[in-house]
Structures are given as C-alpha cells and as structure tokens.
C-alpha cells in the first residue's frame, strides 16, 4: 500500500485514499463551458467515507446556468481508480486527464481535452499544495490539474444535445476528511484576452492545535502562471466578503493581485464533513472577477481584465479569514 501512496504524493491528480476506510473524502471537480457561453456545467466525481466506515460513490452535476444540482449516489464498489495512472471510474462513467466520459440517467456522452495547463510540479513541491503535501495531518489537500484546456465532443443532457466544440475547461481536485470551515474560492477561465485564467483561494488552515490563514492564487498569464501562495513568500493584503462583493488582495515579490468579485446567484452541492458529504456549500458559475496586476518593479499595471462565468464559493465563518 505504501508504493501507491508515494505515487500519489507526487502526482496530485492520482487517487490518494489507499487505505483509508473512515473520515475520508476525495474529489474530482471538472468545469466545462461551451464556446457560445451558454451552457456550463460542473461534473464531480468522487468517495466518501464516514467515521463509522460506510462508503459511497458519487457524481454531482451542477448546470451553472439553469443553477440546479444533482447528487448521483454509487455503491463504493462501483468506484475504481489507477495507481499507476490517473483514471477514476464510476459505474459506466470514466475521468482522465484528457477526457470525461458519462453515461448517467440523464447526462450522457463523451468531452475530450486538449492542451491542458498543469500546475508545476517538482519534487521538492508537488502541485500547488508545495511543501504541504507532505504535511500528513492537512484537514484539505488541494490539487489544479489543468487551469485552461481545449474541449471538445458533445453530452446529451436531460435530453438537449450540448455541443462542447471549442470550449474551454478548468480541472481540479480535493481530499482529506473536510472542506475548510472558511474559505473563498474563484475560477474563471473566459476574459476579453484569450488564454488567461485565473485560480485564487483564501481558507482557515488548522495547524498544530491553532490556524493559520492560508492562500493560493494561480494567474495564467502569457503563458505563464504567476503564483501567490502562502509557501512562496506571497502575502496576503486584504480578504473580506460581502453579501453581493468580495475582495482578495494577494502580491509577491514581483506583482500585486487585487481581484473585486461580483457573486451571481448560487446552486447549493454537497461539501464533505469528516469525510461524509453532509455539508452544503453553494457555488455560482455565473460570476464576474475584475483582475488587475500590477508590476511592481516600475508601478504598471501589466493586465487589467474582468473574467466572466467566473466559479464562486464563499462558505463558513468568513470573519476567521477575513484581513482588512
């Protein structure tokens, strides 16, 4: 079993839970969105593990614009993953890195990806947890597969063929026993300049008897992405959330990101609590993120853009991670 754990440690997108039979999660979270804008869903695969040892399988489907959820529960057995590769099966359903394949009751077909953008992964940080990924005690492992991709193929979903062609995806994944009891997250991958995405979050870290407040922010930026986390020697300036706005405010040593976020309406999704998906976060899909980056070096500013069908979730106690 060990073997299998290493090889997960250093690839973030492998099944991480061998062995774990209690007070377990883990989760595959892929967001595509068609080329005219006027579908995009939200696709998680994933297990759940209780503290009492009972196990399911599950698959949720968020439609970010109709703002509906579906939950799809699995018996545990029908839940497959690779150790020596990444691919996770569900019943008939199938998720790789380069492809999505779904035959639910209601979602059926195939999405293929191309020329995915990977977090950097060394041996020394593994993906965008860095040197915390090999912390073993982490409430929440975080992991971006792909921060922009290519789609193409086509779902039938409740009916209406959904032609994917030219559309653009975001892939990431979660494990641990439970989601952060705050945090801000954001995604978008659609600004007025093609090729840019965006990755930020702000959460409350448990750690050693106290907490810290811990982030992460991703700009992918003339083929580049421009990293803000909190093992880097980033700094968090500012993260406060209202109602309708929120605002975080993140800068290294080269670059200062201010991102304003104007929250949409949300759907409600099933969010892990030691390890069983009992919580209820709420996530908007139709979200808009100003993002302006300022070189520090000479004061310009080297990208100013709002991003549209921007994935929003703000949950919890956010005075915990609130810094004004």
Known sequence: MWHKKMKALFHPERYHGWGKNRKYFEGWYY???????KSAFAFIPGIAMDAQGSKQAFIQVLDGIKQTSDYIRFPVEDFN???????TTIGNNSFALDKML???ENVRGELYFANPVPWPNHWYSPGIMGPY??????ECYHG????????????NIDGRDINFNGGR??????WGHSFPSAYIWMQTNHFSQQGVSLKASVAKIPWLGSSFVGFIAGLYYNQEIIQFTTYNGSRLVRSVAGVDVAEVVMENKNYLLEIVVHRNKATELASPVSGFMDGRISE????TLDVKLTDKQNGKIAFNDTGRNAAVEI?????EITID
Do not use: C
């Not at 967001?31 to 804008?37: L, M, R, Y």
């Not at 690779?82 to 691919?87: E, S, V």
């Open 31 to 37: 967001k595509v969105i068609t080329a005219d804008e």
């Open 81 to 87: 993953s690779g150790a020596n590769y990444f691919t």
């Open 102 to 104: 779904l035959d639910l």
């Open 133 to 138: 990924a090999f912390v073993p005690f982490m």
């Open 144 to 155: 971006v597969l792909s921060m922009n991709h290519e789609i193409r193929g086509s779902l």
């Open 169 to 174: 995806g975001y892939t990431e994944k979660d």
């Open 284 to 287: 908007s899909m139709t979200s």
């Open 315 to 319: 949950a919890g106690k956010i005075d």
